[in-house]
């Protein structure tokens, strides 16, 4: 997971000030040098990194600090304060404009520049209601526009192409002609990447950009890169004035230093980043939450976030029927099952709980695969047994078992976990929730 390892290095570096009644200046020095070797071993860039040590260390030894009853948290809160403006302070959304709104998607090649366009496209319907179109002005890759095809018609969203035997601008504009005369008010260029930046990639996006004047100017990079990521923004946006940056593959890479130093060095906010190969695997970036997360204290904000898109009102709504009935059945089992899945691997998730020890789950074997089981046993039985589990003898539980590809133990655990589930949903639903009035005590 991204910043995995600044996150153990600087968890190690403040643990060493938490809960301290008294901090010298010395204990301060020995912690900010710390602080530092953690965040160049990340890959943050040499500049910001002195930066941000020399802002924490100015403000920490300060006689608020120093003279506080809980110095330790001052410090860790400094920490904090500092890093979230480090990554922009505020979350900074999309600028939707003019009808359509114009995006130029602009990277180099392998920074999952193509595939972010899709996803982009899909969190602009779910969370905006918009109706996108992607836009295939690659014309150097003739694979380019198959694979902006291929995700496209995974979402369901309409791509615009004109095959490679034109230019990049003539697309870009015939796409926004395409746009208005079939109400497509959310537009994605997706322009050619190169392995290194060149003059004829910057010359062709600059042209494109002449040609259509995009509302937002979105740079791709990916966070393995490192330092590059750092270098590759500083060139794009001296060329092209771009308008954010979204970070790809955060989920792979345990340093995350191009996140902490784009914003930085180019003055541009990160807007979105990809946390995972899922086109659904696409969060808004939020400096704040971001280093809640890497401080090791959670992210409720995101983890609710979460909950809210992936569980359907009518479904809750029906659910909350069948507690109050007590007729809740397997098969509500699995629809609920299947609705905490849309959320993210759970290893994720985890990590956005506060107070949880997240590295001793490191060596916890998690099951992603389980709901695949759970799901095809279920589905190995009859709609009455999906309704009545209790009819499932031995010769039934065989037969389900086959079916699945499961063992017999396997369907047992599984009727032993909804029993649970099932006494917890009577108690709920029966009214039997005890309340309790505190009362004061006349003195």
């Known amino acids: 997971m991204a910043f995995e390892n600044l996150s ?4 190690q570096a403040l643990k060493k000030l938490r809960g301290r009644g008294v901090i010298t200046e010395k204990d301060i020095k020995e912690s900010m040098r710390e602080i530092k070797l953690a965040l160049l071993e990340a890959d943050v860039n040499y500049k910001v990194v002195k930066d941000f040590v020399a802002r924490v260390s100015e403000r920490c030894v300060g006689a608020d600090v120093l ?4 110095p330790g948290q001052q410090i860790v809160k400094i920490v904090n304060d500092e890093l979230t403006v480090l990554m922009g302070s505020e979350n900074s959304r999309i600028e939707f404009g003019k009808s359509p709104t114009v995006i130029l998607m602009a990277g180099l090649q392998g920074a999952g520049k193509t595939t972010f366009c899709a996803k982009l496209a899909g969190f602009m319907r779910k969370r905006h209601n918009k109706r996108p179109l992607l836009v295939a002005a690659d014309i150097y890759r003739p694979a380019a526009i198959k694979q902006l095809q291929v995700v496209g018609k995974q979402l ?5 192409e004109m095959g490679t035997d034109t230019t990049a601008v003539k697309i870009a504009k015939s796409a926004i002609e395409h746009a208005k005369a079939h109400g497509n008010d959310f537009v994605i ?3 050619a990447g190169r392995l290194h930046i060149d003059d004829e990639l910057m010359q062709e996006l600059e042209d494109v950009k002449t040609a259509v004047n995009p509302d937002e100017i979105l740079l791709v990079i990916d966070a393995m890169t490192g330092q590059d990521a750092v270098n590759i923004a500083e060139n794009f946006n001296n060329r092209l004035e771009i308008t954010g940056v979204i970070v790809t593959k955060l989920d792979g890479d345990t340093r995350g230093g191009a996140a902490l130093s784009v914003k930085a060095v180019t003055g541009k906010p990160i807007k979105f980043c990809g946390v995972g190969e899922k086109l659904s695997d ?4 939020h400096p704040d939450r971001m280093a809640s997360r890497i401080l090791g204290a959670g992210d409720v904000l995101s983890l609710v976030e979460k909950a809210q898109e992936a569980f359907d009102e009518k479904d809750a709504a029906a659910l909350e029927e069948k507690i109050r009935q007590n007729t809740f059945n397997l098969d509500d089992f699995l629809n ?3 609705q905490m899945n849309k959320m993210g691997p759970l290893s994720s998730l985890i990590k956005m709980v506060p107070g949880i020890d997240h590295k001793a789950l490191d060596n916890v074997d998690i099951d992603e695969r389980k709901l695949d089981r759970i799901e095809a046993i279920i589905k190995s039985m009859t709609m009455q047994e999906r309704e009545k589990p209790e009819i499932l003898n031995a010769s039934r539980k065989k037969r389900i078992a086959a079916g699945s590809g499961n063992q017999v ?3 047992n655990l599984l009727l032993k976990q909804f029993e649970q589930m099932q006494k917890m949903m009577k108690q709920l639903g029966g009214g039997n929730v005890r309340r309790f009035k505190k009362k004061k005590k006349k003195r």
């Open 67 to 70: 003279e506080s009853l809980t």
């Open 8 to 11: 153990d290095k600087l968890g």
């Open 282 to 285: 696409i969060e808004e970036f």
């Open 156 to 160: 369901d969203i309409p791509v615009f």
């Open 189 to 191: 260029i997706d322009t």
């Open 409 to 411: 133990s396997d369907v």
């Open 336 to 338: 609920q099952m299947q």
